[in-house]
């Protein structure tokens, strides 16, 4: 039987080592933004999540831009709407970007939509001067 210390640290280090994306961040005044790439599925978007809750709680930011474009972002519609509900209230009071693939146009309206009726102030876009100028609105 394995102890659960060894079994965390085997999946730490295999989620470092065999990781299919990258992710960045930088804090350019008061905005927070991000950039990721490569193969995004479920359990890669829930880790890209998680550490953008845990920069606004760092840096206590109110507006979030994504770069998505470099990514392969393929997520199903079921984890679409949940992902989109459960969000945590700092993420829920900033005003966030996301700059996407054309491509990916039905997944994030799907996105976009349910995120509007659970009071977030998401926006997708295909242009990053067009994600920047709406965040400076």
Sequence with gaps: MSSPFFVY???SLTMLFFSNYKFKETVKGDVLHIMYSGRIRKKEIEEIMNKIYALLYKHNLQKILIDSLKADVQLEMAHIMQMAKTHPPIFKRAKTA?????????QYELYQTVTE???????????MKEAEEWLAS
């Design 98 to 106: 996301v700059v996407e693939k054309p491509k990916n146009k039905a």
């Design 9 to 11: 640290l085997f999946k």
């Design 117 to 127: 009726n659970h009071d977030l102030n998401l926006k997708f876009f295909n242009d």
